[in-house]
């Protein structure tokens, strides 16, 4: 069974950083594109970046271009998002997303929590 | 990059036929065959119903159907059911290489 468990999540300062991460079970993890994909509180959901199986490419939405890495180890099976310089507009839920190829998310985590307030 | 347009709601019968559209343009959904589909239920994760513009994937019900035309994208459910009440979104690849959601479209089973 495929599993997506997101984490890291939490309250933090504009301007602070956080790290999530995505620990993937149940599939090859280092057959597949990953993606983050955000929804702001009672809002649609909004692409953040992916990052091809062997890290080669990486792609980022504009919003978050210069300020979030993506990246994973795939000897751990992990995704991670390094996000920097966070504002109130990165407020949202981060879910991490399998691609099945041509750009297809066939599997979602349940999302971790992300508020940014002071 | 301005999310794709889709109608903020639509409603149907049970029994009826209902279609969403996806308008972009032609550096996105009009440029490619990488149009997806996805239904969201209140509170729930987002589930895939349609990719590769008309393809199902295995469990997702025939009743659901997707097409293009153009720079616009359509989802059309036929035979409403109640389950159906959902928050409908799609998403299109982008020659910039990024992907791109729809606003999304609150689908409402009267």
């Known amino acids: 069974e495929v599993q997506l468990v997101e984490s890291g999540g939490n309250l933090v300062l504009p301007g602070r950083s956080l790290r999530l991460s995505c620990v993937a079970s149940?599939?090859?993890?280092?057959?597949?594109?990953m993606h983050w994909v955000r929804q702001r509180p009672g809002k649609g959901l909004e692409w953040v970046s992916s990052?091809?199986?062997?890290?080669?490419?990486?792609d980022y939405a504009d919003s978050v271009k210069g300020r979030f890495t993506i990246s994973r180890d795939n000897a751990r099976n992990s995704l991670y998002l390094q996000m920097n310089s966070l504002t109130g507009d990165d407020t949202a839920l981060y879910y991490c997303?399998?691609?099945?190829?041509?750009?297809?998310?066939?599997?979602w985590g349940r999302g971790t929590l992300v508020t940014v307030s002071s | 990059q301005s999310a794709l347009t889709q109608p903020a709601s639509v409603s149907g019968s049970p029994g009826q036929s209902i279609t969403i559209s996806c308008t972009g343009t032609?550096?996105?959904?009009?440029?490619?065959?990488?149009v997806s589909w996805y239904q969201q239920h209140a509170g729930r994760v987002p589930r895939l119903i349609i990719f590769g513009v008309s393809y199902r994937p295995s469990g997702v019900s025939n009743r659901f159907s997707g097409s293009k035309s153009g720079n616009t994208a359509s989802l059309t459910i036929s035979g409403l059911q109640a389950e159906d009440e959902a928050q409908y979104y799609c998403?299109?690849?982008?020659?910039?290489?990024?992907?791109?959601f729809g606003g999304g479209t609150k689908l409402t089973v009267l």
């Open positions: 998403c299109s690849y982008t020659s910039s290489g990024t992907l791109l």
């Open positions: 990052i091809s199986w062997n890290s080669g490419k990486k």
């Open positions: 149940g599939f090859n993890f280092d057959d597949h594109a």
């Open positions: 997303a399998k691609e099945d190829g041509d750009y297809t998310f066939d599997f």
């Open positions: 032609s550096s996105d959904v009009g440029g490619y065959k990488y």
